[in-house]
């Protein structure tokens, strides 16, 4: 019985030592996520454009995230994102499914003191994300993720490694990022190179410069001369004086585009200017802000193809980042906000759209289908935003937004058909 007990006792003490030695590195553990519940409805997206009796679109859809942060050691962190993106009564094995969003690995001080390596899926967003923000943002590419339309959905992670030396006030950031790679035994993927540094001025003041490099295999070229577009740029931004915030960001690109054979290359030259300016009126009734943009982006000629808006995330209208390719235009935007009561914010945004070259047709980045273009019209449309949110609680808010986009006499055809979609939103945080 004693040897017996011995044993038991030897045994359980092994064991222990086992999962000691394999759980000790884990020093926290924390898990949060949302639910986002959403409903939508949607008429003339196509804007005149589409098949009849194709106009109109109504759905709910459920976002569910959870994610897990575990710290192993002092400088070794772990994060994995999961997320289930569902149609209602929408029960397919893709829909249902729960797929990966973020599964990334933040090495601390590695290898030089002020050096972190974040290496696996992860979310890149520089700046005003003008340049990168959203790895789902692709160029013509109207397809569903999971039949919910892209531009609602959560998803923007690359597959990235990010290298970040923080000398602050100057931070250095490294990245390499395989944005696709759909046949892996074939070599049509799309590359991600970038440096962007960003350096404290002051409290008040930030400097950004930037240089990002997109190699594009996906159209089947040759590997040595794939689409490749260099953009160099700069942005600076800060709050000069109590409660406003400016930034003034320009862009240049360059490169070459094909799309089937040697004699399709064109020269790639492109810009882009955006300033951006709000400001708070934090000691006035009902706190209203107020803020103005002007953002251009350089269009086509007959040799050269335009701006590249790259990984774009900027919604400077939400119909209008539906549908429009974030190209070739001039916009105009004004918008504001009050605070009738505490909980409740009501916001406006309205923007005037012009095409900046004259083009034969613009594809519709929601439906896929060419849209047909006056060669002698500027006026592409006008675009407004209402929204109306209540947070309810601290983690509960609810929110409304109406939105319409009147398109303007730049487009073949009647000056009817104007898009609108009013969405309802219930977003819970945990």
């Given at each position: 019985?004693?040897?017996?007990?011995?044993?038991?006792?030897?045994?359980?003490?092994?064991?222990?030592?086992?999962?000691?030695?394999?759980?000790?590195?884990?020093?926290?553990?924390?898990?949060?996520?949302?639910?986002?519940?959403?409903?939508?409805?949607?008429?003339?997206?196509?804007?005149?454009?589409?098949?009849?009796?194709?106009?109109?679109?109504?759905?709910?859809?459920?976002?569910?995230?959870?994610?897990?942060?575990?710290?192993?050691?002092?400088?070794?962190?772990?994060?994995?994102?999961?997320?289930?993106?569902?149609?209602?009564?929408?029960?397919?094995?893709?829909?249902?499914?729960?797929?990966?969003?973020?599964?990334?690995?933040?090495?601390?001080?590695?290898?030089?003191?002020?050096?972190?390596?974040?290496?696996?899926?992860?979310?890149?967003?520089?700046?005003?994300?003008?340049?990168?923000?959203?790895?789902?943002?692709?160029?013509?590419?109207?397809?569903?993720?999971?039949?919910?339309?892209?531009?609602?959905?959560?998803?923007?992670?690359?597959?990235?490694?990010?290298?970040?030396?923080?000398y602050d006030p100057l931070i250095i950031?490294?990245?390499?990022?395989?944005?696709?790679?759909?046949?892996?035994?074939?070599?049509?993927?799309?590359?991600?190179?970038?440096?962007?540094?960003?350096?404290?001025?002051?409290?008040?003041?930030?400097?950004?410069?930037?240089?990002?490099?997109?190699?594009?295999?996906?159209?089947?070229?040759?590997?040595?001369?794939?689409?490749?577009?260099?953009?160099?740029?700069?942005?600076?931004?800060?709050?000069?004086?109590?409660?406003?915030?400016?930034?003034?960001?320009?862009?240049?690109?360059?490169?070459?585009?094909?799309?089937?054979?040697?004699?399709?290359?064109?020269?790639?030259?492109?810009?882009?200017?955006?300033?951006?300016?709000?400001?708070?009126?934090?000691?006035?009734?009902?706190?209203?802000?107020?803020?103005?943009?002007?953002?251009?982006?350089?269009?086509?000629?007959?040799?050269?193809?335009?701006?590249?808006?790259?990984?774009?995330?900027?919604?400077?209208?939400?119909?209008?980042?539906?549908?429009?390719?974030?190209?070739?235009?001039?916009?105009?935007?004004?918008?504001?906000?009050?605070?009738?009561?505490?909980?409740?914010?009501?916001?406006?945004?309205?923007?005037?759209?012009?095409?900046?070259?004259?083009?034969?047709?613009?594809?519709?980045?929601y439906t896929g289908t060419a849209m047909?273009?006056?060669?002698?019209?500027?006026?592409?449309?006008?675009?407004?935003?209402?929204?109306?949110?209540?947070?309810?609680?601290?983690?509960?808010?609810?929110?409304?937004?109406?939105?319409?986009?009147?398109?303007?006499?730049?487009?073949?055809?009647?000056?009817?058909?104007?898009?609108?979609?009013?969405?309802g939103s219930m977003k819970v945080i945990?």
């Amino acid at each position: 019985m004693g040897k017996r007990l011995i044993a038991v006792l030897a045994l359980a003490l092994a064991v222990g030592l086992t999962f000691s030695a394999a759980y000790a590195e884990v020093q926290n553990v924390k898990v949060s996520g949302d639910i986002n519940v959403l409903g939508v409805t949607r008429s003339n997206f196509d804007l005149g454009y589409g098949p009849v009796n194709n106009n109109d679109q109504n759905l709910f859809a459920t976002i569910t995230r959870v994610r897990i942060d575990a710290d192993l050691t002092d400088n070794v962190m772990a994060t994995v994102r999961l997320i289930n993106e569902r149609n209602w009564s929408s029960e397919t094995v893709s829909s249902t499914d729960i797929d990966l969003d973020l599964a990334y690995v933040t090495l601390k001080e590695f290898l030089y003191s002020p050096l972190t390596l974040t290496v696996g899926r992860q979310e890149l967003r520089f700046g005003n994300a003008l340049i990168v923000g959203n790895g789902n943002r692709l160029v013509n590419d109207s397809t569903p993720v999971n039949r919910l339309p892209r531009d609602l959905t959560s998803r923007k992670a690359f597959d990235a490694i990010r290298a970040t030396l923080n000398y602050d006030p100057l931070i250095i950031d490294a990245v390499y990022s395989k944005v696709t790679n759909v046949n892996t035994n074939l070599s049509d993927d799309i590359d991600l190179y970038g440096i962007n540094a960003s350096y404290d001025l002051s409290k008040k003041l930030n400097v950004q410069a930037y240089v990002w490099d997109k190699k594009d295999k996906s159209a089947g070229l040759d590997d040595s001369k794939p689409d490749d577009v260099a953009t160099i740029g700069a942005l600076v931004s800060g709050s000069p004086i109590e409660n406003l915030k400016a930034s003034f960001e320009g862009a240049l690109q360059t490169g070459h585009n094909r799309r089937s054979d040697e004699a399709d290359v064109k020269q790639h030259r492109g810009f882009a200017l955006q300033g951006l300016v709000d400001y708070t009126f934090a000691k006035t009734k009902y706190t209203p802000n107020l803020g103005v943009g002007y953002t251009y982006l350089s269009g086509n000629s007959k040799k050269v193809t335009g701006w590249d808006p790259i990984f774009t995330d900027q919604r400077l209208n939400s119909i209008v980042y539906a549908i429009l390719p974030y190209t070739n235009m001039t916009v105009y935007n004004v918008k504001g906000s009050v605070k009738p009561v505490e909980d409740v914010t009501l916001s406006a945004n309205y923007g005037y759209y012009l095409l900046n070259k004259s083009v034969a047709n613009i594809t519709n980045a929601y439906t896929g289908t060419a849209m047909a273009i006056n060669s002698n019209k500027k006026n592409l449309g006008s675009a407004l935003d209402l929204t109306a949110t209540y947070d309810y609680t601290e983690d509960v808010q609810l929110g409304l937004t109406a939105g319409a986009f009147w398109k303007g006499t730049a487009f073949a055809g009647s000056k009817g058909d104007t898009a609108t979609q009013l969405i309802g939103s219930m977003k819970v945080i945990f």
